[in-house]
């Protein structure tokens, strides 16, 4: 099993950047796939976007109308859309997946950012936003 984000570097703030997630190894069809961030010397934060195994999504209001989530599920693929970066949004991104088919969005929201609904952490991939 495997889960690795990429696409991260540096990028000025106001600037763009798609980060993606490689899945391997599982049915990954049936799983919805959250991002969570982690910026310097901070603990870890998310989901901030979960999109689920039928496409709906969940957006945290931190990064409404500045991030998309997609995914591809012939590639086993996530991406994450990100505009108008700001330097707050500098961190190691990572992406996870977890079975929560039958809960509600607040009840997956609530098993991803306890991570007892993810089966599945991927590596991560640094963001910069600087100047």
């Known amino acids: 099993v495997q889960l690795q984000a990429s696409g991260g570097g540096l990028v000025q703030p106001g600037g763009s950047l798609r980060l993606s997630c490689a899945a391997s190894?599982?049915?990954?069809?049936?799983?919805?796939v959250g991002w969570f961030r982690q910026a310097p010397g901070k603990e870890r934060e998310g989901p901030f976007l979960i999109i689920f195994h039928d496409g709906r999504t969940y957006y945290a209001d931190s990064v409404k109308g500045r991030f998309t989530i997609s995914r591809d599920n012939a590639r086993k693929m996530v991406y994450l859309q990100m505009n108008s970066l700001k330097s707050e949004d500098t961190a190691v991104y990572s992406c996870?997946?977890?079975?929560?088919?039958?809960?509600?969005?607040?009840?997956?929201?609530?098993?991803?950012?306890?991570?007892?609904?993810?089966?599945?952490w991927g590596k991560g991939t640094l963001v910069t936003v600087s100047s």
């Open positions: 996870a997946a977890g079975y929560v088919e039958g809960y509600s969005e607040r009840a997956s929201v609530s098993l991803f950012a306890s991570g007892r609904g993810v089966d599945y």
């Open positions: 190894g599982f049915n990954f069809d049936y799983y919805a």
